[in-house]
Structures are given as C-alpha cells and as structure tokens.
T-cell receptor
Framework: AQRVTQPEKLLSVFKGAPVELKCNYSYSGSPELFWYVQYSRQRLQLLLRHISRESIKGFTADLNKGETSFHLKKPFAQEEDSAMYYCPSPESYNKLIFGAGTRLAVHP | DTAVSQTPKYLVTQMGNDKSIKCEQNLGHDTMYWYKQDSKKFLKIMFSYNNKELIINETVPNRFSPKSPDKAHLNLHINSLELGDSAVYFC???????????????FGPGTRLTVT
C-alpha cells in the first residue's frame, strides 16, 4: 500500500519567504499524489495533482522519485496562503487517509 | 450552484441529545463520505457509501449512524451526544470507487458541532 507522511505539523514563515511543505511517500510502484488545502473555516479543496504538473496559486509540487517526495513549494509566500495543507494517501481503492496535515502560517 | 451542501452549518447542543446532520450533492457522484476533523485539524474518515450501500465503516461508536436515502444524500445521525463528539464534520463525494477517482473528492462546508 502507498504510505504518505507529512513530517511537519506547523510551518511558520514570513511574507515573501519561500515555502516548502513536505510530503514523503513509500511506495514501490507509481504513486498517486495530491495536495489538498483548507483555508480558515472553509471546506477542503483539491489544490494540485502530480499527474497534471500544473501550478495553482503559485504552488508547484514535483514528484521526486529519488527522494520519494512530493513537496509543495512556492517561491514567495503570501499571507493568504495561510491554511491547512494535506497530502493524503490511499489506504485502499476506496479510502483516503488525510491525517494531521501541515499548518502553514504566513506572517506579515 | 453548491456542489456539496451540509445543514446545519453550526450545531450547539447538550450532552445526551440526539442530532442529525444532512448532506446533499448535485454532482451525480456515486460515492459519499463522512469525515471528522478534531480541534487539532486531524481529519479522519468515518463512513463511505457507494450507490447507497455502506462500504467503509471505521471504528466509530455505534451512536453514529449514517443513512443514505438515495445516492445524492448521506445523512449522519448521532445519538446520546458526548463532549468528545465536538468537532467539525465534513461530507464529501467522489465520482465512484477506484484509485483514478478516489482523489477527486469534493467536500462540503462542514458542520461545526459543539456539545456542552
């Protein structure tokens, strides 16, 4: 089974600083990896999927097979990026494990 | 149009009461879920239904009973509410089962339940 972990519970940066939210996976095949975001008191929404290789709100995430990682990056953090970020993993074909996520706090 | 809606948005009630949360999706999805998010933002799946059939039932007290009258609705009834039930409950839906659609989950706005 694919296992994904987010080692940081909180990431605190200043506005304009680079951001890297960590997501590490352990899987021998081709992993399915995504990032979800939850802004304060709002619903979770899909942010990025690795197969699309897109950039959303300035965020990118590259699958690094050598380091088995799918870190979420943004070169210059904005205050509105403050949110909870989840990198979920599939426990089975019908169950996603979201876990504790990482809180990003961007200070002015 | 709201894709996944939940009612109520806020629910404050006393211990021992019975309450229900309703969820509706207009996306034509086959699969619906209930998640619980605690005060530390830990998000955990509780139940999943596919075409009105229960397919996931996590280790949840049997005071929690989901009901799916049709594939567009998934309600959550909670009996004998306890302080520890205070959390935000999210409903979600996805096109179906399978890895290719599992990640396409659309979440509702959440119901903030406070048990006093």
């Amino acid at each position: 089974a694919q296992r994904v972990t987010q080692p940081e519970k909180l990431l605190s940066v200043f506005k304009g600083a680079p951001v890297e939210l960590k997501c590490n996976y352990s899987y021998s095949g081709s992993p399915e990896l995504f990032w979800y975001v939850q802004y304060s008191r709002q619903r979770l929404q899909l942010l990025l999927r690795h197969i699309s290789r897109e950039s959303i709100k300035g965020f990118t995430a590259d699958l690094n097979k050598g380091e088995t990682s799918f870190h979420l990056k943004k070169p210059f953090a904005q205050e509105e990026d403050s949110a909870m970020y989840y990198c979920p993993s599939p426990e089975s074909y019908n169950k996603l494990i979201f876990g504790a996520g990482t809180r990003l706090a961007v200070h002015p | 149009d709201t894709a996944v809606s939940q009612t109520p948005k806020y629910l404050v009630t006393q211990m021992g009461n019975d309450k229900s949360i309703k969820c509706e999706q207009n996306l034509g999805h086959d699969t619906m879920y209930w998640y619980k998010q605690d005060s530390k933002k830990f998000l955990k799946i509780m139940f999943s239904y596919n075409n009105k059939e229960l397919i996931i039932n996590e280790t949840v007290p049997n005071r929690f009973s989901p009901k799916s009258p049709d594939k567009a609705h998934l309600n959550l009834h909670i009996n004998s509410l306890e302080l520890g039930d205070s959390a935000v409950y999210f409903c979600a839906s996805s096109p179906g089962q399978g890895f290719e659609v599992l990640y396409e989950q659309y979440f509702g706005p959440g119901t903030r339940l406070t048990v006093t």
